[in-house]
């Protein structure tokens, strides 16, 4: 099983940029990496996926090098409503979807 | 409308009682997942059902019964709670059993077992 390391925490001021960064050494060829988003009380979110290079959507950027070894997760200009835990996640194909969730990295916005 | 929705949202009971967590995603997904969330913050996968199929049956007390009476719904049952059963519940659900375009989540049933 492909495993994740993330920073237990970070702290950011509003309108800066956030990034976090994941490492998953033992990434196979099929899968995937995804990330999400948990405020207290709620389910984690969806963020962004990818699998190779870089992806962008509304909410955020996915940074991946060639070796795929890590990958970078960079919030833009963040708010005080991006406080919450991001979870970087490594996909594993032939297990029926089933994705291991490790610490996540808490993200705390000061204005 | 709720993409994902679980019932109750809040359960209090006593030790040795035998409890249900309903679950309904009115996403046509395929696949459905029960994860338990413990107090450190870690999410570990229980169950996964595609089709109304068992696919992932971790290592789980045999008295956690899934059942899934269609696609749409994934109920969770536990016999007879025990303390260490206190967590927050999120049921999911994904397009497919792959899970490669990512999974929705319920808002977590938080069980407290006195």
């Known amino acids: 099983l492909a495993k994740t390391t993330q920073p237990i925490s970070m702290d950011s001021y509003e309108g800066q940029e956030v990034n976090i960064t994941c490492s998953h050494n033992?990434?196979?060829?099929?899968?995937?990496i995804t990330w999400y988003q948990q405020f207290p009380s709620q389910g984690p979110r969806f963020i962004i996926q990818g699998y190779k290079t870089k992806v962008t959507n509304e909410v955020a950027s996915l940074f991946i090098p060639a070796d795929r070894k890590s990958s970078t997760l960079s919030l833009p200009r963040v708010s005080l409503s991006d406080t919450a835990v991001y979870y970087c996640l490594v996909g594993e194909e032939n297990q029926g979807g089933k994705l291991i969730f490790g610490q996540g990295t808490e993200l705390s916005v000061k204005p | 409308d709720t993409a994902v929705s679980q019932t109750p949202k809040y359960l209090v009971t006593q030790m040795g009682n035998d409890k249900s967590i309903k679950c309904e995603q009115n996403l046509g997904h395929d696949t459905m997942y029960w994860y338990k969330q413990d107090s450190k913050k870690f999410l570990k996968i229980m169950f996964s059902y595609n089709n109304k199929e068992l696919i992932i049956n971790e290592t789980v007390p045999n008295r956690f019964s899934p059942k899934s009476p269609d696609k749409a719904h994934l109920n969770l049952h536990i016999n007879s709670l025990e303390l260490g059963d206190s967590a927050v519940y999120f049921c999911?659900?994904?397009?497919?059993?792959?899970?490669?375009?990512?999974?929705?989540f319920g808002s977590g049933t938080r069980l407290t077992v006195v």
């Open positions: 999911a659900s994904s397009q497919d059993n792959r899970g490669r375009y990512g999974y929705t």
């Open positions: 033992n990434i196979a060829t099929n899968d995937y």
